[in-house]
């Protein structure tokens, strides 16, 4: 059967977005996944835009790029010699190395944008509103130059699928050389189309999509991944086309996504939503019921996703956990997984079910923790209440020595926070908080998720606990670590 | 222009959800503003399926429908003359009062759900399987019988665009009387395809679609009322079709229904969502400064969405609450402002700056409190920390009376949630539990929303205050009080 590539940049244009920047270790656990879930392509990063994106890139591109079967590895870039050079400094490492190069040509950037006559410009960007003949003659020469994909992107998400569609087929016909391409999209939600929008261009012969796990990306986001799938999947009848995708691993992928972003899908999101497969209401209830046909055109387990169940309980040891581990995707050993098995009897401890989605939080936590903290909280004692004015005592440890401050504010948070600033001598101001559980019963273990601006750089942090305070304390000082890491201890290569 | 009537079904299918359930008052505040935002249509409920849900369409069909330039006020029933008699008692208060029977024809539904041959049925659910001669047959007859309005569902989400607008097309063609009267389609998002489904449906000919606020609904929700709006809109030069819809209300509309609900949307959902607007990447940055048109087809004010902006002070009187309370929606008067004005004054001591969202927050809480709690939160303290045992003493008022006990657990909302168990003699088990500021800051009120099973009754539950621990025991007690009314006190009507 005819197969279309899953090109993924859930750690380009995805990080890109407000609230879903990732670490190196973060994005190489979702690089791991990602492999793991048999995606065609990896965008892992923009190398020229910072040394963070580059050692990202790189790092992917070595330690995942290098597995067998891997995804090849790609680095996005304008063009321009340099840009392109420090590109493949990032990538050669891979198995499959990949460039992906871009520019801007629909009248309106360029007139804007890039302040530049069309004689200029090479491939584009925001096709949808590009003067068509011009883009053709653009694309035709870019594949005599060797390209080997031609991506057609819709940057604002402006497209219908029908006229989305006729300009695929019209690219098709007009293009010269494009039989021997693949023809791949690129689609933006802005108006709730990015899907529909890369089903009407795989109709029409394109080859490959960009998409993103959770749909995430600037803006209203990209293509979500799991929608394409599982609709070319569900509907292999009506578009007789296949991905190379293992779709057990999606809703597991998906979970370690929000995981890692602290961004959790909304319960109604196709696929991978809480309620995807719910159903509640009494009649619908009962066509269930009566054959699980009636309603359900998918099958949870399609994607991998079995019910809660209780997988290790406070007995349970160091083996079981590492075995189990292994299982959800977290190879852990040595030290890792002596500190992951701490974390997990202390939750054993206070938390009489452990579920699968406790350990990922735990495990995910463990991996991601990019650098050794500075920071790390030693001792927390708060008292709130009606009438009382909240306060907290805080002991931090940073270097092998301890430091204590107490702290009021309008809540308990609000008083711990202030104790670590009195401590650290930094002030965050907390920018976005959530906190959710990850399983359910009072008992249930909490991830808090907060972005915090430090003089101008905002951070993200992430904590759990079963207690929301401690929870909170330790989400806030994983943001400030990042910004309080001695200097020296962050690897920087800059290039040429 | 031609026009679409937005059929919106936020308060039927929308409040099917599991988690997304309201009481009257909830659904008449969503209601309201419905008829603000000027949909066409209000689906308030399915009158038979419980008293709750007859009691909620009467009162929406009364107070909303009634008002001048109202919606219609639709009741959904099975057909079958007990039914649609009881729909009626309760939507006919209603200028405009509307009937939307349904009954299944697709093979699959006939054959496990109904039992029934094919000759007993009258019009189609899961119309995207249905035999397609079949269905036009009884299409034709039920035109006949004098229906105004033909929808075509697709119930399982099943569908793509371009067979469903292939199929929308030949219904056209081949259904009797078809002209006489207006198509309407009603289309859900197992695979993402729900907006694309009802744009093409419209592009073939139907000028009513069935959705909801958010796309919120059963399993992957309905067909997002914002992204069709907004398509239609921002794309006016492709479609050419208008609706009435005044969309600087949209923004308003979604949150209010996340406030309700204590659901949030995903940051990158599209129109609505966190970052719908928002550009962070340095290029696309680049790009906006130099000229807004480049990335942003639709304006932020398009969906009445401005920047957050501080309203009000800790020296703002009662007169200036309610003018601004009455520009957000919200016309509070007597015991109603009293209340909310002593909230906005609590808030206002501890929490420098008062934004929208948070009087939003308290006006939300304030008019959708159904029935005098029964039991109200008096004293609350908390001690917890690390190496401490998290514990809790709380006194609740009843009915003019105190009630005290402590209560300990893993954490201090645990322990909160035993002390207050300990009083009621109820045993609620948490089954979701999620807090978010509101706003940003560390003072900024924090909203809880849970969901707790007592006994097997799930009830949610909302608070919202600065301190994460005491909107955690507001939000239970709110859920605790759904469920520990005295009896007598709701309003019950049930018919013959």
Known sequence: MDRVIIFDTTLRDGEQAPGFSMNTMEKLEMARQLARLQVD?????????????????????????????????????????????????????????????????????????????????????DASRTDFDYMCDVLSATIEAGAKTINIPDTVGYAIPREWGERI???????????????????????????????????QGARQVECTINGIGERAGNASLEEI???????????????????????????????????????????????????????????????????????????????????????????????????????????????????????????KEVYDEDLMAIATDEVTQAVAPLYELDYLHVISGTGVVPSATVRLKKEGQTFQDSGVGDGPVDAVLAAIDAITGLKGRLQDYALRSATSGKDAIGEVAMKVDFDGTIVSGKGASTDVIEASARAYLSALNRVAQPSGQRVKEVGP
């Not at 420090?86 to 891979?94: F, G, L, Q, T």
């Not at 950037?109 to 200029?120: D, G, I």
């Not at 019209?170 to 791949?184: A, C, F, H, T, Y």
């Not at 309603?295 to 994607?303: G, L, N, S, T």
């Open 229 to 351: 799938v599982m609709a070319l999947r569900t509907r292999k009848d009506f578009f007789g086309i296949d991905t190379r995708v293992r779709t057990e691993e999606i809703f597991k992928t998906s979970r370690l996504l929000s995981h890692i972003t602290g961004v959790h899908v909304q319960p109604n999101k196709a696929i991978v939503g809480e309620n995807a497969f719910a159903h509640e209401a009494g009649i619908h209830q009962d066509g269930v019921l009566k054959e699980k046909l009636t309603y359900e055109i998918m099958r949870p387990e399609d994607i991998g996703r079995a019910s809660n169940k209780l997988v290790l309980g406070k007995h349970s040891g160091r083996a079981a956990l590492a075995a189990r581990l292994k299982e959800l995707g977290f190879p852990l050993a040595g030290p890792e997984l002596d500190r992951a098995f701490k974390a997990f009897k202390d939750l054993a401890d206070r938390k």
């Open 41 to 125: 392509v990896i965008e892992a990063g923009f190398p020229i835009s910072s040394d963070e994106d580059f050692e990202a890139t790189r790092e992917v591109a070595k330690q995942v790029g290098t597995l067998e079967n891997a995804p090849a590895i790609c680095g996005l870039s304008r063009v321009g010699l340099g840009d392109i050079d420090r590109c493949w400094e990032a990538v050669k490492y891979a198995r499959k190395p990949r460039i992906h190069t871009f520019v801007a040509t629909s009248d309106i950037h360029l007139k804007y944008k890039l302040r530049k006559s069309r004689a200029e410009v090479l491939s584009p960007e």
């Open 169 to 203: 087929a019209r690219i098709r016909e007009k293009v010269q050389g494009l039989d021997r391409v693949v023809l791949s999209v690129h689609c933006h939600n802005d108006l709730g189309q990015a899907v529909a929008n890369s089903l009407t261009a795989i109709m």
